[in-house]
């Protein structure tokens, strides 16, 4: 994730970090700053998801 401060989320015990980009939004596991993996998503499909799970 470049740069950007994340915000920080928490779901139940886990925990991710949200960074949005000016197409993209990133998502990573906050624990794993160096090694884990960085799921990209566009803005699009990130307001959706954030629509659905906000129901």
Request: aromatic fraction near 8%; charged fraction near 20%; hydrophobic fraction near 45%.
């Amino acid at each position: 994730m470049a740069g950007a401060a994340a915000r920080s989320l928490c779901f139940t015990t886990d925990h991710c970090a949200v960074e949005q980009g000016a197409r993209t939004v990133y998502v990573r596991d906050s624990k794993a700053v160096e090694a884990g993996p960085v799921l990209r998503i566009g803005r699009d499909g990130w307001a959706a998801f954030v629509g659905l799970a906000a129901k």
